[in-house]
């Protein structure tokens, strides 16, 4: 028994349809949609488009077919995109085969302004044969002639006749593959014609109210139309027509979704509107918030309240929340639990999870006609940027080691970008540095750092080496598309230099390696595809092949992977939960690809005595860590 009846909505049971990988209709989640306004003949700016709004969440798009350039621009565009995409067909039966052929998901028409039935026919074979379903569009503004002669003007009647007849045309070509919709301007209109409908009808229906107007309006009247349907249980798919970018269609119509608990998806937010009674600024708060939660896509409730009026019973309803406390003694609330005070300075961090993040250029990334950094060209007269970061990490590194350039046989440069193919970064550095031995870079994603003092290990257990630089400096920020939160938003540019060697005489301050792991398991989930193979797109995609994460789907693959390598190896070592003194201090691990490497401090006492190295294979084998995040690039935080 739900202890909250009054928040049930019992959804109409309709029919499952498929609009490519999603399913639509049935005991499925609502969809959320969106529709291009870019000329589909536009392939970059299309892709573009469309990659933007499926960030934000949408679950399928639309795109105009008016004539044959722009069913032809459907493969391509189909090709470098991920959402199913639905092609919008008014009149002509053959745009909607040429869409159907070029492999849109959904056909969107209105089978009487198609034609004959041997027109009509033609086209449902053809989304028959290539797996597409239909959406049977019937609009307010553009009802066939004789029904507006019988009912004099659009009316919920009218709406539902031309949308049953058309249905019975689709049928009498045994295609049930469809959905409907009936929508118009006027929101009591849209939300009786779909009430009448759902009555008389058992198929999935898209809500929507058409040509809503601007952002404020839209959503207003998108709000009332939707919500008043979606909780009697009408309504399979939505969108919200706004005269906007789409991006806040979709923005629009996850928050209506998600205010009726008919679909989680990210941070949902509870904020007072302010008052006098405010221990902080509760509007600034969550303006920062709404920001650097936005790529979250794992259902959390946070409340922001000003003061202790309704602060404590607001948050006992939340997973997090904030309250404001006089005195600078807000008061942090975790599952409804008091957990910590928290000065308002602190805010931010403590609901964000994020301190501080670094740009080498934070400027033109927040700059809304630009969002991209605009940095200096890497000339080949001039030192590289990732070479400047290594030498000056590099040299603190050398400083801290009590060392000179002298000492180190060789260099291991790991970044997850590189500048270039070659020559390697590394071999940059030894030059300017006056290194003699080898040097070489490498790229393993996320998990470089682990990788290069691997391998760093690796060349002195066989004797190759006894001192190497490994450096690793990360330059994300060009890779970056700044238009995608789920991106940009938990990456900075760093450079962090390790000394590794073996036979310290003096092992202050130095860690040593225990054990190594490393595992690599393939995903699309972090991709980036800026390559030498660019040059042989026509269409010249540089957005597109920008650095790329889901991270939900990341953090679901990695969590598992990192806890069952963190306890293999504890096992293989003896070493029990507790005697690990501090996580980030003990256990250096990248995940993404999965790799670990396991130190302790050298002369710490925190692990017992017996669990000391005492295999001889192992001695020697010592990571002087002098981690030195390159300050001289990082002048400016971006949030």
Known sequence: MNIRPFREIKRRKTKEINVGHIKVGGDNPISVQSMTNTSTKNIKETINQIN????????????????????????????????????????????????????????????????NKTKIKEVISAAKNNNCSIRIGVNAGSLEKDLLEKYKEPCPEALVESALRNISIVEDFDFYEFKVSVKSSDVFLSIEAYRQLSKVTDYPLHLGITEAGTFLPGSIKSSIGFGSLLMSGIGDTVRVSLSDDPVEEIKVGNEILKSLNLRNRGVKIISCPSCARQAFNVIETVKKLEGRLSHIKTPISLSIIGCVVNGPGEAAQTEIGLTGGGQDNNLLYLSGVPHSKVPSSEIIEKASGIKTRYLYDKHNCLDPNRMKPKTRPELPDNTSILAEMGIESAKKAIANAGI????????????????RNYPAIAIEIQEALGINGYAYDMLVGCSSTTFAISNAYSDIASGLASTILVINPELTSPGNDFKIRDSHFIFGDACVATIVQCNLDNPKDAFQIRDRELVTSFSNNIRSDFSYMNRTDDLNRVDEVMFRQNGRSVFKEVCPMVVEMISNQLTKLEFNPEDIKNLNENIFVRANNNTLILLNECGSTSPPANRLVDDPSMHGRIALLSAVPHSRFLPDQLL
């Open 404 to 419: 000179t350039v002298d000492d180190i046989d060789g260099i291991i440069l790991g970044t997850s970008h590189s500048a």
């Open 52 to 115: 933007r709004v499926a960030e934000a969440g949408a679950d399928i798009v639309r795109v105009s077919c008016p004539d044959e350039d722009s069913t032809r621009a459907l493969k391509d565009i189909i090709k470098h995109t991920s959402l199913p995409i639905v092609a919008d067909i008014h009149f002509h039966y053959k745009r909607a085969i040429e869409a159907a052929e070029s492999g849109a998901a959904c056909l969107r028409i209105n089978p009487g302004n198609i034609g």
